[in-house]
């Protein structure tokens, strides 16, 4: 039915989105404007800014701490996701397994580290890694394994981030990979059963075939996710000692609160964005592969 | 259909009259033209509306005429007994009585509750109230630079670290305080210039030889040390850097077993607070304006600093200074280098196990000087605050004298007085007798890098530091590599 242009319903139906529209605009799409503009300037407050072209990008090249912040973020995406998709997955199956009323209060308690702010994590697996009264390093020591300073040794503060993050996204793997399992329907279950597959055979030729969208939007929302670490970073750790565990997120912060480069953090926070997009429109093409005509 | 046009109080109308299929008929009523209006509606409309003005008018000027002149103010007080310090405040501040200020404080050691106690008893002298936030060092500055930038106005001031001043100052996010200064309105008469600490005036609150905050806290470094285990072992605190090291290494080794606690507690933190422990261990000319890290007084600091490693708490390379701070006050330590306000909370019952056991003497003497480092906030007023003069007679009062003896003495507050009178004040000093201690350290400090650059060179020196300690650096490379980034940063 032709709805005419100035008709009540149709100004409605923009009434109805505008609210959305507006938060998008505002919120989503001006900031992204102004950052890609504001990477192309120079700002020192309180002179106003100047237009310095890809100066910020060039200079970017040769930065060699934002190339060692590149370092740690890869090393700690990799090693964090791909320890949260193994153990999320076998936690669902295990969870899957059992009986109804159980998996249910399981559930529930998993999901205890997820609703906790990332601030109150970093704030919570510092007082348990700390060097001197944390809990971490009396059950160590009490199993004969020592102490170790978790939070200023080099060799380990970018693992300490890790073993935090793990603990704290782990769970919602879980959940979705558990979500996920519950919906793989039961017939080809059953047949692959009474045909005598293994356990293996099931889980590789039929679970994880239903599994791949799944997989891919938990694989995706990770690595975003532990590319943009920075909370935790900031409490645990604040990239020391030295620069160790210093993460591009905090570094970005750095430039930006700390030593008013404006310009030059809004550009470094484009290049991440960048790397995040491209990071995330190949693991979409890899597990969902393209669509066929 | 039936229809009768008429002319009705204004308007033309249409009455209609329709006959429904069951013989009834219903009026319908259609406006044909908008109302007109005749000449005594006119004459109505005008005198109503000059009336509702002119009381609109009335209102607004006696909701903001000014208040009686001070004269009759004066005439009053004198008629009552003589004039009290605040009084001057009471009448300064009438005219914006009823005002709400929100101000910024620097959160941890009990400092904001130094500037509530203060807001509340403005407020009960004034009527101006005043809402303090406390924030961490970061957030707080943070808070400061977005609300410049987005020209929001929420706050009106903040307490400022005087090592950010030279680059709050140049970047703006500050007003200059002597247009407050020269108002007469404003400028309490009885406030003594000349009582303030002269190296907190010159190196945090003035800038330029323009005033852009009043002193908040002064503070600088002191070491800290347990005077009940140094005066059973017959020890005195020690004069350069070598003698602290040894005296941890005797506590940490020699007499663990019986005492339990390490030699020392050092605030080594990646971030602001690790270069602290460079500074006070210099010991040498300190150029604030072009500071130099690989010559010999700057090896030697960072030397010092992991000679006492072994000998310190295990986990002294993560702790700021609020954490080693808390060490000492658990007992765990011997010895503390920190801020002169780690004593607010060392004589507090719930916050420290060491109450009547610790003192304080100034930092060692490094190759030729003690080099103390002087720290302090300062009281700012923000570019694009609607209340810039009351917040200035907030601060300004706050940084009486009258009113630094009351929060100094009181228990449940944190804080370092500013100024020599309250310092030597026999009050202050019978509760505080380390404070001829702190005083000398005062007059020997050296400040931060005066430099808009200051914040970048100390994340570059806390990254050299944190290497050369943790064996990624040796000590050349790790300070000659911060020596060049700061000529970078300088150029």
Redesign the interface.
Known sequence: MHIPFFSSKRLLRYALIAPALIWVIVFMIFPLIYSLNLSFQTW???EPPIYVGLKNYIEMLSDERFGNALQNTSIFTIGTVATEMAIGLLVALSISRLKPRIAEKVNVVSVIPIVMTPVITGILWRMIM???YGILNYYLSMLGLG?Y?W????KLTLFSNMIVDIWHWTPFVALAFTAGISAIPREPLEAAQLDGASYWQTFKNIMLPYLRTILMLVLLLRVVEAILFFDINFIL????????SEMVSLYVY?NA????NLGYSSALSYIVLIIADIIGMALFFIVIGRKKK | MNETKSYDRGYFTSLRRFYTPYGESRPQVIVLSEKTVSRRGYVKYAGAGIVIVAGAAAGAYYATRPPPTPAETTTMATATGPKEWSDFYKEAAAPYKGTKLQVISVSGQRLEDTLISSGQEFEKLTGISVEVTPLSWDAGHEKVVSDYVAKAGAYDGATIDGWVMANFTQSGYLVPQDQFWNNSALRDPNFNFDDLVPSIVDLNCTWQNEWWGLPYIGDVSVLFYRKDLFDKYDMKPPETWDEYTQTAKFFAKDVFEQEHVYGSAEQLKMGIDCPTSWVYRYGGPFDQYHPVVNNKYGKQAFQWTKDVLPYSAPATLEYDSMESGDAFLRGDVAMNPNWGFLAGKAVDPTMSKIQDKWFVAPVPKGLEKRTPFLGGWVLGILPYSKRKEAAFLFFEYHSTQQNQKRVVLDPSLGSVPTRTSVLSDPDVVAKFPYYPAYVESLLTSVARPSVPEFLEMWDVLSIAFSDYLTNAKGLDEATDWCQAKWEELLA
């Open positions: 020192q407050p309180p700390h060097g001197d102490r300073s939070l200023s040794d080099p750790t604040k990239g020391g000692p030295g620069v160790r750095k609160f700390w030593f008013w």
